[in-house]
Structure formats: C-alpha cells, structure tokens
C-alpha cells in the first residue's frame, strides 16, 4: 500500500472522528432536563388539543406582579442600624484621660480653682454625663436617609434585640452637643467650663447604619413574599383547544412548564436525554454530510474542505449555548449571516444556503427564543446569499448588509405585530441587537483572507492577484516566451467567455489559464510559437522531442509550487493536456519505425483528465486556440471545422469521461468559441450560395 493511499485512509478515519466528536460537542451543549413539549405564546391560539393539568399547578405571579410587590414592600421595609454597647465605657475612658491632661495645666495656673480643689466631682458629673447621653444613643444617619422626616421608621439593634423608633424619638451628634451646653445640666458645679470642651471633644456617635443586617433582612423580607396567586387543580382543564392563550391562560402555562421541567426531571434520566439530543444531532448532521457527499463532493472529499464546513456547526452551537448561559445577552446578537457569506464567497449559493439552514437548526435546540427565532434567521440567511456580497466592492458589501439590517428588522416587526397586535407594544431593545448582529456580520469581510490561509482555498481577490501581470511567473514568461504569453492570452479570454456561458468559475478559469504553460519558460524556443526561424526540434531525435514537449507540464507544476500558487491552479497546470498524446511526433515516430513495437504512453502527458467543469473548458479551449492558429486566412466553415474537430476529438479519445461539464453545456460553449473565433480571426459576413453575387452588389452599392 503507497503512502497516498495510506495518507487517505487515515484522514478519511480521522473525518469520521471529527463528525462524532461534533455531535458529542454539541450534544453536552443541551440542557440535561426533560423539554417541555408545547410551544405557545401569548395572544396566539392553542393549536394543540384540549390540555389538562395531570398534577396540581401553583399559578405563579408574572414578573411585573412580582416587581410591584416588591416596590411596594420596599416602601414599607425599615432599615437597620446598629448599637455600640461598648460605646459608653470607650467615651469613659476617653473622658478620663483627657480630663487628667486638662487638670495638670489647670493645676499650673490659677484659673479653675474649684476643679483643682474638687476634681472627683468633675469626673462624676461628666460620667453621668456621658451616661445620661448614651443611654439614649447617638445616632449617625446615613446619607440615603436623610430628609426623611421624623416619622421615618429605623430598626436600632441592641445586641440581641431590635427595637423599632422614628427619627423623632433619636438624637443626632447635635442634640447630643445641646444637651452638653446646657448649664443646668452640670448641677452645682461651680466651673461647668471646663468640662464642656472635653466632652464635647470625645463624643461620637454610638449607633450606625448597618448595610450587612438590611440587606439580609430585606431578602429575607422580600422572600417571604408568596410567589404564587392560586392554584390549577389536577384534572381541571387549563387551555381549550383553538382558544386564543389569554394573559391568564398564559399565566398558567408557564406555571405548568416550570412544574414539568422541575418536577418531572427529577423521575426522568438525564442520560435519557442527552441520548435524544445526540440522536438529533446524529441525524441532522447526517443528513447535512449526505447532502455534500451527493451535491458537493469536493468538499466531502477534501479533508480541509470537511473540517472548514464542519467547523460552523460546532461553533455557532457553542456561541448560542454561551449567550443562552450568559443572561446578559440575547442571541438575536449573533451574526449567523456570517457562515451563508463566507461560504458562498468559497462555494456557491447551494452549499451556503444548505450549510446555514443547518446551522439554524442546531442553534434553534439550544435557544429559547422559539420558532420566531428560526424563522427570522433561515429568512435574512437567503437575504444574505441573494445579495451580492462581494469582498472586492466595498460599496456592494455594506449595501448587502444594509439589505440583511432591514430584513432583520421587517421579519422582526411583522412577526411582532402578529404576536402582539399593536406597533407600540414592539420590543425596542431587540432593535439594539440586531444593529449589533449586523455590525458583528462585518467581520467576514476579514475573516475571507483568515480562512482562506488557513485553509488553504483560494479567494476571488488572490484570483485577481494572480491576474496581474506584474506577478513574477507571467512577467518571466512575458520576457522569456512572449508568444507563449500571448497565447495564454488568447486561452483565457476564450475559456473567460465560455465559463461566463454556462455559469462556471470565469475568474478561476481565466486566472488559471494564464499561468498553464508557464513550463515553456524552461526552454521556449522549443515551442512553436516562440520560434523566429531554426526549429531546435530539428537537432533532437522524435523520442526526445515528445519528452521536451511534455515536459513543459511537469516544469510547470514545478515552478507553481515553488512560486507557492495554489493548489487550485496547479489542478489547472497538470489536467491542461489530460492523458492525451503528442500526436505530430507519436506518427512521426511510427512512420520512422513501423515495424518496431514501442511503449505508447512514452508519448502521452502525464494527467490526470480534467474533472472540474473549469478545468475541461480550459483543455478544450487551449487545443482550439492553438488549433485555429494554424489555420491560414480561415472562412467561418474552416473555424467552425476545427472547433468541431478538437471537440470530438476530446470526446472520442476519452479525454472528458471524468468531467462534471454536461453536454449541453459543451454545445454551448462550442457555440460560444465558434463566434468569438470568428471575431477574432475577423471573419466576414458569409452568404448563401444563390445570393452571394447579389449580397456582394448590396456591399459594392
């Protein structure tokens, strides 16, 4: 066994590993729980049968009920602040030692008298004080509870206890300063002066808001509030068929899905499930492969190819399952036109369209967003393929996605008018993320030339690059073998017309063709058309010849891949001639040894045959291009002779039994290259036999 073929035994393995280890990804992605079977929204009609509750069903409270509950407890609820009991004795000792500090300098002077003389009354009279002061409390009000008033209602916590009072009923750090200014509060000291200052300096404020206690309070406060409003007994009928699903049939619904998701998954194996899940997968992307498999074979047979339509699948499931498990997002802000886009500008419409819809899919399990959701992104998909996003014009690209923009947004509008049944009652904020969906949609005008390195396809700009003739291989072929050049030329303008005929890759073809014989570069003067006299053929035996003319097919493929074109054009270089043989020198060989027996294909190219419906147009069109130049002063019926002659000449020797090209399309671009010939050979206007002499006095006159 070769190594080619042990090369494509191990990818096609490593393909089918990919495929089950897509499915196993996208499978993990799925919710584990049982999935509720209905599918309603409010306002539609039921369209399933009568439904029946099969267990009792508290009726939950609507989020706006739940919220307006809440505002209204809010109102209601009293914030906490806490009590320092050890406020007290912490000011006692404070006012000690400051008193202490005082009482030196007022035993150095002679102007408190009294406190030096009695300074134990002092003290007892300042802790009273302090006692009297805090024993009430200090309160510090926090900056939110301000302006309150006085019948603001404040949880004070006193260790293990919680008292309610008003504002009204609490002193600040102010009254508690009042109280300390109060002459009579000091009683028969004689000398109060001296202790004012110092309690005014060590007071502070003993009783704090305490974030901590309301917040726990208030969940706890709010949690307390009943979430339910009633309850559907078991049996009782919840929805009747074809009825329109009212705000309190809605109501019920939803509490009957909560339920049986909660409830019933907790009876049901979740491996049960994820079986489902994986067998969905299975078969959607089992059909997806069948359908490239059957319609695109390139792209199953290719391992690049596979992985680059695989990979889409995995990653926008992925990208739905994240936003779906963000809670912050929508997935209406996912750019799923990205993937008809891309692939579209790799492939065509068929493929882009296919590989979106199955994307959708995929994504449309993971959502929660409902049929709407599907429906919506299958719609501005095929908005996307019709549109003509081409990267080359940046001013065709952005309208394309404006196009996609008010797709989004009519499907969007008409799908709410139909749920809601009135334009102001729209969900605005959705217009948010489909602006965004359309911005992120932007990125595979980037993502074209990532992808295309990555995975090694070939863009229509790196065509169109590869059309310049300042590209290094045409200008050497322009300066080395001209006439080669100039019959490049000629090849691609034909097979240029004839893709464009039956919608084939023009581009591709056109591109291809001019680099098909850049092996002559080797050694042009052995090719006719870049002699200007000697025929070094003429110096070389028949066999050596045949090998000089052959091998400008293998210099070829040689110089590509040195230069680093693509494989795509490479295709083109190797397929040109097909198997088919140098003819002059086969018979010139025969007629110099007819009797001696000879190996055949000593005188055939290489190959392989071309398959691509690009590549047959372009083996047919160079033979004609350099068939017709042959041809000296040719009418139309010698064009049209040697057109024919090349054409059955490909069919009979086999050369086009591996190609995609139809025969209809063939009779249209033998058609086609009949008339462009005739253009550029500048044959005239033919007449028929009996009217040539009056059709030449009608030219004359």
């Not at 504002?167 to 004012?196: C, H, M, R, V, W």
């Not at 059909?287 to 926008?316: C, D, G």
């Not at 591996?658 to 009949?674: G, N, P, V, Y």
Request: charged share 20%; net charge negative.
């Amino acid at each position: 066994m070769d190594i080619k073929k042990r090369t494509e035994q191990a990818q096609t393995i490593l393909k089918y590993l990919l495929v089950l280890l897509v499915i196993a990804f996208i499978s993990v992605l799925f919710p584990n729980n049982v999935r509720f079977k209905y599918q309603f929204e409010q306002g539609n009609t039921w369209g399933y049968d009568d439904l029946y509750a099969p267990f009792d069903i508290p009726i939950k409270k609507s989020d706006s009920e739940m919220r307006s509950e809440r505002t209204e407890r809010d109102s209601e609820f009293s914030p906490y602040y806490e009590l320092n009991q050890n406020a007290l004795q912490e000011q006692e000792t404070a006012f000690l030692k400051a008193f202490n500090t005082e009482l030196e300098t007022a035993q150095a002077g002679t102007i408190f008298v009294d406190v030096v003389k009695k300074p134990n009354s002092y003290i007892k009279q300042g802790n009273k004080l302090l006692q009297q002061i805090y024993e009430k409390g200090i309160l510090q009000l926090a900056p939110e509870h301000e302006g309150k008033g006085n019948e603001f209602a404040l949880n004070v916590v006193r260790g293990s206890t919680t008292q309610t009072q008003t504002l009204g009923n609490l002193q600040d750090l102010n009254a508690a300063k009042n109280i300390l200014g109060n002459p009579s509060a000091y009683g028969n000291l004689t000398e109060p002066e001296f202790l004012f200052p110092i309690l005014e300096s060590i007071i502070k404020p003993n009783i704090t808001y305490s974030k901590t206690l309301t917040n726990r309070f208030r969940d706890e406060y709010f949690d307390s509030i009943p979430s339910t409003k009633g309850v559907v007994q078991k049996g009782e009928r919840i929805v009747s068929k074809g009825a329109a699903i009212t705000d309190d049939i809605y109501e019920k619904l939803v509490s009957y899905r909560g339920k049986y998701e909660k409830e019933v998954t907790k009876d049901r194996s979740g491996y049960w499930v994820l079986g489902g899940y994986f067998l969905l997968t299975a078969l959607i992307v089992g059909v997806f492969l069948f359908y490239i498999q059957r319609y695109h074979p390139t792209y199953f047979e290719s391992f690049n190819k596979f992985v680059f339509i695989l990979m889409w699948l995995a990653i926008y499931g992925y990208l739905v399952y994240l936003v779906e498990n963000a809670n912050v997002m929508s997935a209406y802000i996912i750019p799923f036109c990205i993937v008809p886009i891309v692939i579209k500008h790799f492939g065509n419409s068929q493929l882009a369209l296919f590989t979106h819809i199955i994307v959708v899919l995929i994504a449309s399990f993971l959502s929660s967003l409902g049929y709407e959701f599907t429906f919506m992104q299958i719609i501005v998909g095929i908005v996307a393929i019709l549109g003509t996003v081409d990267s080359r014009n940046m001013s065709e690209f952005f309208r394309s996605i404006l196009f996609i923009f008010l797709a989004y947004t009519a499907t969007f509008i008409g799908l709410s008018l139909i749920q809601e049944g009135n334009i102001f009652s729209i969900d605005t904020q959705i217009f948010a993320w489909l602006f965004l969906n359309v911005v992120l949609t932007l990125l595979a005008y980037p993502l074209v030339p990532i992808l295309e390195r990555l995975f090694g396809f070939t863009s229509t700009n790196s065509l169109i690059e590869l059309s310049d003739m300042n590209r290094p291989l045409l200008k050497e072929l322009s300066l080395k073998a001209p006439g080669t050049l100039q019959h490049s030329l000629q090849v691609a303008n034909l097979c240029e017309a004839a893709a464009t005929e039956i919608g084939a890759d023009a581009l591709l073809v056109k591109a291809a063709a001019l680099y098909h014989d850049i092996g002559k570069t080797a050694n042009p003067l052995y090719y006719i058309e870049n002699q200007k006299g000697e025929n070094p053929h003429d110096e070389l035996s028949t066999l050596d010849s045949a090998k000089m003319i052959i091998a400008h097919v293998t210099e070829g493929v040689k110089l590509a891949k040195k230069a680093r074109l693509p494989r795509i054009i490479i295709d083109f270089i190797e397929t040109h001639h097909g198997t088919t043989r140098v003819e002059y020198f086969y018979r010139t060989y025969m007629k110099e040894n007819p009797d001696k027996e000879f190996d055949e294909s000593i005188f055939r190219y290489p190959g392989p045959r071309p398959t691509t419906k690009e590549q047959t147009i372009m083996m047919v069109a160079d033979s004609i291009e350099a068939a017709c130049k042959s041809l000296k002063n040719p009418t139309g019926q010698d064009i049209d002779g040697m057109v024919d002659k090349v054409i059955n000449g490909k069919i009979t020797t086999g050369q086009l039994e591996e190609s995609e090209l139809t025969f209809d399309e063939l009779e249209r671009c033998r058609t086609c290259w009949k008339s462009l010939l005739r253009n550029i050979h500048h044959v005239r206007v033919e007449y028929p036999e009996d009217k040539k002499e009056e059709g030449e006095l009608k030219i004359k006159n």
